[in-house]
């Protein structure tokens, strides 16, 4: 057996594991245990903190493992099973590359080995990890009945403090309730607003989160039917609430109507573009918005109350989307990975791998019983191969039974297009949700030749992954 010496493991708590009992300790424990009887020696554990990986959110002991690993100082990974590592399968992809690049073939997770070294165990690794999101699928869906229930009782529906209220979220703020009223009664007498915006922040006012008031986050707050005292779910009343409202239900319908009406003679923007919100101004650091000027689409930092950026960077829309596009579609060269992004996952392809490998496992059996009937092989031999396709089969079973025991994940069908050719299909919608998979954001940058054409050294991309 190989000894490594340089060995990372890596354990990560998150609010979902309560149920499996598995305390961060606990991996640990067991990870070092692994470590023990294998004669490794453990150069640094990693430890995430109640983060759900499936989120997406930056988890900076993970990230720092893989520096190591890309640096060449960890040569082996211990894991407690494959879903503490990742639930996300293009994360996964990117753990499994980073290994490659770094020659680190060796992966163990307490609940049973995953070897990187062949093509068997990423296949292997890959299914856990499809497995795994769909669970956390299954997590949300229990949330999901769970919020359609309690918006039903009139209870409030969890996460930040409401302005106006405590963080209850059922006794009022008198001091902000007293705002609202105001911000409320101005509105429906005709002020704007953007005078509504500066007189907040001449106020000193700030949000709950202690940010400037925009004329959206006002929006939010008159519009939101909860200041009425009334429980909204998805957008929809669903009754009485259990709080005391600061405003009469009457009044939210008068400034429901009153939004209305402004928004359908206002102008508004005709369309989201593609890379709204995942651009930035390289001046100031602020977001880029869109806009059009004389029939040019552009991406540019906006002055004034809501904005607050600097006003002095815009790029023409069209070239920096393209270019994006297919830096992003260039990242996204693996056909599984697409499927996952586009919201379907391969099944149909997993499930036909699954059954050719067991078939081909059973075809083995068969073949190695005539070999020994025909005194090829001794006993000892075939004994020693038929318990390692048996053992084979034993897992591969057991993945199927998961894949088809599952309504949602059989019968979606995986296409194995290149994303390429269906990018022009999908609609902006989605595009942008998977370049959002794969781009944090990108930075615009003044320019610094003149003349018209696109200088790709302008856009400096943070990638997610
Ligand atoms: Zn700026």
């Known amino acids: 057996m190989v000894s490594f010496s340089r060995v990372a493991v890596y354990a990560r708590i998150s609010r979902d594991v309560t149920g499996e009992g598995l305390g961060v300790e606990r991996q640990l424990e067991d990870c070092r245990r692994i470590a023990n009887e294998r004669g490794w020696v453990v150069a640094e554990e990693y430890v995430d903190n109640d983060i759900s990986a499936f989120g997406g959110k930056h988890r900076p002991a993970y990230q720092r493992m893989l520096e190591d690993i890309t640096a060449g100082i960890r040569d082996a990974v211990i894991v407690y099973n494959a879903d503490r590592l990742t639930r996300r399968p293009i994360e996964l992809e990117q753990f499994t590359q980073v290994c490659e690049a770094a020659k680190v073939t060796q992966l163990v997770a307490v609940t049973g080995d995953i070897n990187f070294g062949n093509d068997d165990g990423m296949f292997m690794a890959r299914v856990l990890a499809a497995v795994a999101a769909k669970e956390s699928g299954r997590k ?18 969890g996460g930040r403090r409401p302005f106006g209220y405590e963080k209850d979220q059922l006794a009022v703020r008198e001091a902000e309730a007293t705002i609202i009223r105001e911000v409320a009664a101005r509105y429906l007498a005709g002020e704007s607003l953007a005078s509504l915006t500066l007189w907040l922040q001449d106020q000193q006012v700030a949000t709950v989160t202690g940010a400037k008031w925009s004329t959206s986050a006002i929006r939010q707050v008159l519009t939101n039917p909860r200041i009425a005292g009334l429980r909204a779910h998805n957008g929809t009343i669903v009754g009485a609430a259990q709080w005391p409202g600061i405003i009469s239900p009457a009044e939210h319908q008068q400034l429901i109507a009153m939004f209305a009406r402004k928004t359908a003679t206002g102008r508004r923007v005709p369309r989201r573009y593609l890379l709204s919100g995942l651009l930035r101004c390289g001046k100031c650091g602020g977001k880029l918005f869109s ?24 790029i023409v829309a069209g070239p920096v989307e393209e270019w994006v596009t297919q830096a992003v579609l260039y990242r996204l060269n693996s056909t599984a990975m697409v499927d996952v992004l586009a919201g379907r996952a391969a099944t149909d392809d997993r499930y036909a791998v699954l059954s050719a490998e067991l078939q081909g496992d059973q075809a083995q059996l068969v073949e190695l ?17 038929r318990e390692t396709i048996e053992a084979r089969i034993d897992r591969v079973d057991r993945q199927l039974a998961h894949l088809t025991g599952d309504d949602t994940l059989t019968g979606l069908i995986g296409t194995g297009n290149e994303l390429e050719t269906r990018w022009g299909t999908l609609n902006l919608s989605r595009q942008a949700a998977i370049i959002g998979a794969v781009l944090d954001y990108a930075t615009v940058n003044s320019a610094t030749r003149r003349g018209r054409e696109f200088d790709p050294t302008r856009i400096v991309p943070q990638w997610r992954v």
């Open 140 to 157: 949300s869906e229990r949330l999901k009945r769970k919020a359609i229930e309690n918006a039903e009782a009139g209870k409030p529906n």
């Open 291 to 314: 806009s059009v000027r004389v029939d040019t689409r552009r991406y540019v930092c906006m002055s004034g109350p809501d904005h607050g950026g600097c006003g002095s960077m815009t």
């Open 369 to 385: 019983s005539e070999l020994w009937a025909a005194k090829g092989i001794s006993t000892a031999e075939w004994k020693a191969a």
